[in-house]
């Protein structure tokens, strides 16, 4: 166990042994409260504490809101529930008393009962006592608020120390007598009210507290089995010695219990996958009568500050919820308290809380999410908005600087997971894995093309939680909650990416990343991130290139460089990029340089971006025929009966991964489908709302018509439609499809195959060669893994909302121009002044391309330099720096002139 864990266990029996636990009817012979004890000095108490801890004595819960007496009476002592043998309350279960230190754990009843009490005296602090005592205690906590059929499964609880029910009691605890000398005088009747308590109750062992309080880490923190035992320490081969020989204590304690390991009956193997034994409505009704009470939402909050210590501490170091699955109930119960998001409990109780959520097993929280996915939309809302302002409150309060990352801050990286949890809560059941999958493709891939491994070993990953559930929340098209919530913007603001890129890709085992939680980051934030990917990747390759000269004797180009001829950009780019995919793909994931023939521009970046344009108008040209356009949509679509082959559409996909990958944005129109379908799913039924609308609406007419479907509409499992030259071609969706008529029956059938006809398997060969290009370059980059199908869209075609008063704020000026020159002034009310389409012309001429970047043209940073006085020369601009050189013109009407005739015209790269 580590050091700090030891000193807190040490403190908690010095506690004990000094102060006591508050119980008056505690039985603990270590503990200052127990009847008999003998006090001891601070020196003697911080030595038996030591003692203590090398045996693993047990520990009393902590009970904050409990008094702490000077004398316990007899009466005091007795053994606390009481019931019938069906597990049900009797009338005499808890006898009305003002302390009600018998009370070991909470019922709905119970809770009424002791509020009833309280509010005909008008004195409420026994109620706030119970709650303090039992919400700070784990065991209590699981116990409370179970459900009719598991209200009492433990007679242990009922009866603790009955010897007909324990033979084995005197081997496994030689020293009951002597702590318990009363037990007979306090139970006489023991036989009399549960005749078959043996029957009943078959895990005996579970069923007694009392002898767990002295030894409570014999059945439930420790495997039974040598075979467990073995396996529980192999995990902790590190721990410190003083640890082994706790280790080694507990096993010889448990070894007594082997021949009760038939007995325990598991509460999962009586649950479902689902199912918990608390009864969450009951929960609900009990907070919502009590949280009007100020002083009783002060006794939750106290309670959860002390709890969550104990948790973290059985979650860390215990293997809890493997021995009793119920522990799952304690975060049950607290996540049903609507005052969570509180200015105290975001401050006080819910950083340690989550952290304690952080800490459950991959199973608790499978089952959690299971669970959550049946609450209703307000309430997972609410529990997401909890986790998101205790996430906000951190960061706003905190100021992280080099030395003190916002991924150390353990509160913000606990709520993040958390919310991760709310977030598969929404797509549970929605987004299976491999669910509208693409099959594999049979082409060669990329690692095989290389003859290599992937040499990026912490590239995409699969989430372990996604993979227990079956999800994948990035595949989730309308979630109930959209993802724009689940993003944090505060965060995004603290949050230095190249630290974050660092963790992720290279010390993600010691160091957590937000990349992990790539829902928390707004697509700017992760387009950076894919930014220092792609530029690692073409210094690798520079370096990489380097290494073969020296070693091979000869040159070789650090770089991608294409020579193109500005009449013939296709031929000239699918030549020399067919040449490269063929001899080393590796080559396409270098900087890329382009030079059209006979013009003196030298690309840094601005000649790529007119070259990624020019190929991408040729290739959309309708003349052509690979693509189809929709003048309703304003969208391209693979064309089924293309002639074309499939080196051009591969081609494409090339020219979009190059476009990610060297930071430009492409003038691209396609349906969300495609960007869906690069992401490895097959499109859908939903999919040809956008991309096939009048298909969409017929068939959404079938599916809502309500009267005969196969009299009425005629339609059978056969399909026609026309070819390049205009002839009918048919297709049959299903084997004799033609016979087989269309019917309220299997109306859903026929949409789904016709919608995967047109989606997929009509234009599979053409994406299919699509989608290689595209891998080609981008196969080894965080993408898939980090964006959303509709923020690949924005990664490659930027916005299209022009917010041009956000390029004002953040345009740079040079060359003797500022912000307040009147050429300056002028300039900005003529660009204001302009309708869309010059504004785009504007942002094209000076940029490269009429697309905001990722978010937003606020992100974009734009000079105007001075070019000289007044002239008739036009304004020129480099496009790779997102330069505007501008002469000071005399008037306001030559200054919009000019540049109208300079945007309107312009192609082509010269040197002024």
């Known amino acids: ?89 009797t009338d005499n279960l808890f006898p009305p008393r003002e302390d009600f230190r018998e009370v070991r754990y909470l019922t709905e009843e119970k809770v009424y009962e002791i509020l009833s009490i309280c509010e005909g005296k008008k004195d409420y ?76 109750h078959p895990n005996t062992e579970e069923q007694h507290p009392n002898t767990e309080e002295q030894h ?62 608390v009864d969450i409505e009951a929960v609900r009704r009990v907070y919502n009568r009590l949280l009007s009470n100020e002083k009783m939402e002060s006794a939750f909050l106290n309670a959860l500050v002390y709890l969550t210590p104990n948790v973290e501490l059985d979650l860390t170091y215990l293997d809890v919820y493997d021995t009793n699955p119920d522990y799952l109930n304690i975060f049950i119960i607290v996540m049903e308290n609507s005052s969570l998001h509180s200015p105290e409990y975001l401050e006080m109780a819910m950083p340690l809380f989550c952290k304690c959520m952080s800490k459950l097993p991959l199973p608790a929280l499978a089952k959690l999410t299971r669970l959550w996915s049946r609450y209703s939309v307000e309430h997972i809302r609410r529990m997401m908005e909890t986790f998101q302002q205790l996430i906000t409150y951190t960061v706003i309060s905190n100021e992280y600087v080099s030395e003190s990352l916002v991924n150390d801050d353990e509160g913000v990286v606990a709520a993040t997971k958390c919310l991760k949890v709310c977030l598969s809560v929404l797509f549970h059941g929605s987004c299976k894995f491999n ?25 995409p990953r699969v989430d372990p939680l996604e993979k227990e559930l079956g999800v994948r929340t990035l595949d989730c098209r309308r979630p109930l909650i959209p993802f724009e919530e689940f993003v944090n913007e505060p965060l995004n603001d603290v949050l230095e990416m190249d630290k974050d890129f660092t963790f992720f890709k290279v010390d993600s085992e010691s160091k957590f990343s937000f990349q992990s939680c790539p829902f928390i980051l707004n697509a700017c934030t992760k387009s950076l991130g894919l930014y220092y990917d792609n530029r690692i990747s073409m210094y690798s390759e520079r370096r990489i290139t380097a290494l073969y000269s020296l070693v091979q004797g000869q040159q070789l180009n650090p770089y991608l460089r294409l020579k193109v001829r500005r009449d013939h950009i296709i ?34 970046g601005g000649v790529s971006k007119e070259f990624f344009q020019l190929v991408l108008e040729e290739m959309f040209n309708p003349d052509i025929g690979m693509f189809t356009y929709d003048e309703s949509t304003k969208l391209f679509w693979f064309n089924p009966p293309s002639l074309e082959n499939e080196a051009q559409f591969t081609l494409i996909g090339i020219v979009l991964g190059l476009a990610i990958y060297n930071n430009c944005i492409l003038d691209v129109h396609f349906p969300m489908v495609v960007y869906r379908k690069l992401m490895g799913k097959k499109g859908t039924y939903l999919d040809l709302a956008d991309s096939h609308p009048v298909q969409y609406q017929s068939l959404k007419e079938l599916l809502d018509y309500e009267g005969d479907v196969e009299e009425d509409m005629m339609i059978t499992f056969q399909i026609s439609q026309t070819d390049l030259f205009g002839d009918p071609i048919t297709y049959d969706l299903k084997e004799n499809g033609d016979k087989i008529p269309v019917n309220a029956d299997n109306r859903k059938e ?56 956000a390029l004002e704020e ?48 606020g992100k974009l940073k734009m000079i105007i330099a001075k070019n000289g006085p007044d002239t008739d020369r036009l304004p020129t601009s480099h496009t790779c720096f997102n330069a505007l050189l501008l002469p000071e013109y005399d008037t306001k009407e030559k200054l919009k002139e000019r540049l109208l005739k300079a945007v309107t015209y312009a192609k082509g790269f010269g040197m002024l």
């Open 571 to 604: 031929d000239d780019a699918l030549v020399r990029l067919e040449m490269i995919a063929m001899e080393n793909p590796a080559d396409l994931r270098k900087q890329l340089f382009v030079e059209f023939e006979g013009e003196q521009g030298v690309d840094e």
């Open 435 to 459: 669910q509208e999958e693409e099959p594999p493709s049979s082409e060669l891939t990329l690692q095989e093309l290389l003859g290599e491994e992937r040499r990026n070993k912490n590239g």
């Open 216 to 277: 409570p880490n014999t059945e439930e923190q420790h495997p039974n089995t040598k075979e467990q035992r073995k396996t529980h320490q192999a995990k902790d081969e590190d721990k410190d010695e003083d640890d082994k020989e706790r280790t080694t204590a507990m096993e010889q304690e448990s070894e007594a219990s082997v021949s009760m390991e038939g007995a325990t009956g598991s509460t999962e193997n009586r649950l479902g996958p689902v199912e918990v034994s």
């Open 125 to 200: 602090s026994p109620l706030i006592r119970v709650i303090g005592r039992i919400f700070s205690s784990a065991d209590g906590l699981v116990q409370s608020f179970r459900k009719d059929e598991e209200q009492h499964p433990n007679t242990e609880e009922q009866h603790p120390n009955t010897e007909e029910q324990h033979p084995n009691t005197e081997e496994q605890h030689p020293n009951t007598e002597e702590q318990h000398p009363n037990t007979e005088e306090q139970h006489p009747n023991t036989e009399e009210q549960h005749p078959n308590t043996e029957e009943q």
């Open 750 to 805: 026929f949409v789904s195959l016709y919608s995967d006809y047109l989606l997929n398997k009509s234009v599979e060969r053409q994406f299919k060669a699509f989608r290689r290009g595209f891998q080609m370059v981008t196969n080894e980059s965080p993408l898939k893994c980090l964006f959303r199908p509709e923020e690949v869209e924005l990664l490659i075609c930027g916005s299209r909302n022009l917010d041009f008063h």
């Open 810 to 857: 953040t345009t740079e000026y040079d060359g003797g121009y500022n912000k307040d020159c009147r050429i300056i002034k002028d300039f900005w009310e003529t660009v204001h002044s302009f309708g869309e389409e010059d504004k785009r012309l504007f942002l094209q001429f000076t940029t490269g391309t009429d697309r905001a970047p990722v978010g937003g043209l």
């Open 1 to 89: 166990m580590k050091r700090a864990a030891a000193k807190h266990l040490i403190e908690r029996y010095f506690g004990q042994l000094t102060k006591g636990c508050g119980n008056g009817a505690c039985t603990n012979e270590f503990c200052a409260s127990c009847l008999g004890f003998q006090p001891l000095d601070h020196n003697a108490a911080a030595i038996r504490a030591l003692e203590l801890y090398k045996i693993n004595t047990k520990l009393c819960d902590l009970h904050p809101s409990a008094a702490f007496p000077d004398n316990n009476s007899a009466e005091d002592t007795q053994p606390a529930l009481l019931g019938d043998c069906h597990g049900k309350m």
